[in-house]
Nanobody
Framework: QLPLVESGGGLVQPGGSLRLACAAY????????IAWFRQVPGKGREGVSC???????????QYADSVKGRFTMSRDVARRTVYLQMDNLKPEDTAIYYC?????????????????WGQGTPVTVSS
């Protein structure tokens, strides 16, 4: 069983919405940092959003400036799943979206921070 499994990607028109999910079944969920990254061919992996087990409310969730006000990250600990609600999507949001996890607090939007990665789910924003 893969440690992290993303789903929910697809093709959407500009201004549309998608909700990504990341299932993380092989972890204790006691101490964790979970993040969403994205990558386009030829570019580095960009941190999009993250939260951690010490994030007591939504104010502690971090977002890249490019997605603030449009993307919302949330979690369902009982389902061991995190989500990324993406609204008002733009063509520049087109990328492979990856989920990453580390069994430490707090979260950071740096790829070197994370030990476990999913295989990615593609998001294409185009008319």
């Amino acid at each position: 069983q893969l440690p992290l499994v993303e789903s929910g990607g697809g093709l959407v028109q500009p201004g549309g919405s998608l909700r990504l999910a990341c299932a993380a079944y092989g972890f204790s969920w006691n101490y964790y940092a979970i993040a969403w990254f994205r990558q386009v061919p030829g570019k580095g992996r960009e941190g999009v959003s993250c939260l951690s087990s010490d994030s007591i409310d939504d104010a502690f969730t971090q977002y890249a400036d490019s997605v603030k006000g449009r993307f919302t990250m949330s979690r369902d600990v009982a389902r061991r799943t995190v989500y990324l609600q993406m609204d008002n999507l733009k063509p520049e949001d087109t990328a492979i979206y990856y989920c990453a996890l580390d069994e430490r607090e707090p979260c950071r939007l740096h790829r070197t921070r994370y030990d476990y990665w999913g295989q990615g789910t593609p998001v294409t924003v185009s008319s």
